[in-house]
């Protein structure tokens, strides 16, 4: 599939029409702040939300609802002839659609498949598309904040790896010759969405994903207190350990963390686990 990347100032016939086949048949991702956020437009917790209505560890939307378009499962917040039930508090790759979104080298791009849109072809719920820039679409779609969000996600993403960096190549357990950590991360990145959950401990995941904050409205405040609670845990459990063995099993545990967050904004797992063992490798 060809990619076509975008400027800001490109103009397209763009649109976003609320109800569509967009809402079917889609991987939807939730950083945590997403999640924290589209629960609250439900009215429900987080954890409750994430119950109810997410699945791979709660970084992911269920799309379980009655087919509406192409024989593909809508959306479990699509609601029949009305649309998305949590419109304000939809999650990013919604306000992007049909857009995603790429950092490259600290510049974000922004791509679609394909040499056209699939909304005028696809959508029997619009007719026209109205003209527009890229820059002009993302405003009427309110998505600075989100996009605030998943970019210090990104960084988080990076700091929580640097923790595992630091557990295996600056505690002596590289430099006692192990290498069976770094088979451990790489084995991450083929593990399915499914099974990386159920890797990591409970308080973790429930720390990772359903952190206790108060207030979303701020993705950089959410987000600088969530980093604050993981690196709070992170050493007070580790601060003390002394057993290479205890080395190795933090270490892996913290890239299993920041796996299941760096999936939460959409990343390769594979591309990443590699890209970790091959840097932890020229450290050696
Ligand atoms: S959250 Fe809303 S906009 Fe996004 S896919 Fe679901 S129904 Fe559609």
Redesign the pocket.
């Known amino acids: 599939m060809i990619t076509t990347q975008l400027q800001l100032e490109d103009s397209f016939p763009l649109t976003c029409s ?2 569509g086949t ?3 048949g ?1 991987t ?1 991702f939730l950083n945590p702040w997403e999640l924290a956020t ?1 629960a609250q437009e439900k009215k429900l917790s987080a954890e409750e939300f994430s119950t109810q209505f997410c699945e791979w560890g709660g970084i992911k ?1 269920k ?1 379980n609802g009655e087919s509406q378009f192409k024989n593909q499962s ?6 029949e002839n009305f ?5 304000l508090g ?2 990013l ?2 306000r992007l ?1 049909p857009l995603g979104r790429k950092i490259q080298n600290q510049e974000t791009h922004y791509i679609h498949e394909g040499k056209e849109f699939p909304c005028l072809a696809d959508c029997p719920t619009v007719t026209t598309l109205p003209q527009m820039t890229v820059g002009e679409y993302l405003k009427s779609q309110s998505a600075d904040a989100f996009e605030t969000g998943q970019d210090i996600y990104l960084e988080l993403v990076q700091q929580l790896a640097d923790i595992a960096f630091e557990l295996y190549l600056d505690s002596g357990l590289a430099a006692s010759g192990n290498r069976t950590t770094l088979e451990s991360w790489k084995n991450l990145g083929v593990l399915s969405p499914e099974e990386l959950p159920k890797m990591i401990r409970e308080d973790w995941l429930t720390e990772l994903i359903l952190p206790e904050i108060k207030g979303v409205e701020n993705p950089t405040e959410f987000a600088t207190t969530h980093s604050q609670i993981l690196f709070g845990k992170a050493q007070t459990e580790f601060g003390n350990i002394t057993t290479l063995g205890e080395l190795e099993k933090a270490s892996t545990l913290m890239m299993a963390v920041t796996l299941q967050l760096a999936r939460s904004i959409g990343a390769d797992a594979v591309g990443l686990c590699e890209h970790w063992v091959e840097t932890a490798k020229k450290h050696l």
């Open positions: 609320r109800a967009c809402c079917h889609k939807v589209i939307l799309f809508a959306c479990s917040q699509y609601i649309g998305c039930s949590v419109h939809r999650p790759a919604c659609y």
